[in-house]
């Protein structure tokens, strides 16, 4: 199963990555069966603001990078989306790559790690109902991450045992959605 760790922010000094990382490297460790991850930088996919002629959701892609970013999407069996808490809300990076594509993302079980004032959690409300208008399954595997500010310090992101054992429990779910 692959997994795609999706990084929802594009800013300087971002602690998206750091954060991906950690769940490419502790998933990893986790040595789970049937496992794989890639963590796919919205940074650098450098997708330009939505202005295809056609909805999305038509599948017809008349831009090139449209087309790229949908071959990619196609790919994973699952997601796993960093997102940061900006405004009470997520990116927009990241509210555009979802926009960009439509039957890619249908079906496939999505997982959500957020941080920020409140731990992430309104970016995170926010986004699982547009994955969900997308057809993401949300099999409600979530991480809200505390004390962000204080333990991103550095240039890695070190998890506490309870986001250890949250991500074991969120690939788990993933797994248990993911249709083969």
Same mark, same amino acid.
């Given at each position: 199963?692959?997994?795609?760790?999706?990084?929802?922010?594009?800013?300087?000094?971002?602690?998206?990555?750091?954060?991906?990382?950690?769940?490419?490297?502790?998933?990893?460790?986790?040595? +789970?069966?049937?496992?794989?991850?890639?963590?796919?930088?919205?940074?650098?996919?450098?997708?330009?603001?939505?202005?295809?002629?056609?909805?999305?959701?038509?599948?017809?892609?008349?831009?090139?990078?449209?087309?790229?970013?949908?071959?990619?999407?196609?790919?994973?069996?699952?997601?796993?989306?960093?997102?940061?808490?900006?405004?009470?809300?997520?990116?927009?990076?990241?509210?555009?790559?979802?926009?960009?594509?439509?039957?890619?993302?249908?079906?496939?079980?999505?997982?959500?790690?957020?941080?920020?004032?409140?731990?992430?959690?309104? @970016?995170? @409300?926010?986004?699982?109902?547009?994955?969900?208008?997308?057809?993401?399954?949300?099999?409600?595997?979530?991480?809200?991450?505390?004390?962000?500010?204080?333990?991103?310090?550095?240039?890695?992101?070190?998890?506490?045992?309870?986001?250890?054992?949250? +991500?074991?429990?969120?690939?788990?779910?993933?797994?248990?959605?993911?249709?083969?």
């Amino acid at each position: 199963m692959l997994i795609y760790i999706i990084v929802g922010s594009v800013r300087e000094g971002r602690t998206a990555i750091k954060v991906a990382n950690w769940v490419q490297q502790a998933t990893t460790e986790l040595a +789970l069966k049937d496992i794989q991850t890639e963590v796919v930088d919205l940074k650098e996919w450098d997708l330009p603001l939505f202005a295809g002629s056609h909805p999305p959701a038509t599948g017809i892609y008349d831009q090139p990078k449209q087309q790229q970013w949908a071959d990619k999407i196609a790919q994973a069996q699952a997601f796993i989306f960093i997102s940061p808490e900006y405004n009470h809300g997520y990116s927009p990076a990241l509210k555009n790559a979802l926009d960009y594509v439509g039957k890619e993302w249908q079906g496939k079980p999505a997982a959500f790690i957020g941080y920020g004032s409140t731990n992430g959690s309104r @970016s995170i @409300s926010q986004i699982r109902q547009v994955a969900s208008s997308l057809g993401l399954v949300d099999p409600n595997a979530v991480i809200e991450i505390r004390d962000i500010f204080k333990r991103n310090k550095d240039d890695n992101f070190e998890a506490n045992e309870f986001e250890v054992k949250g +991500l074991a429990a969120l690939i788990s779910k993933l797994q248990k959605y993911h249709i083969a």
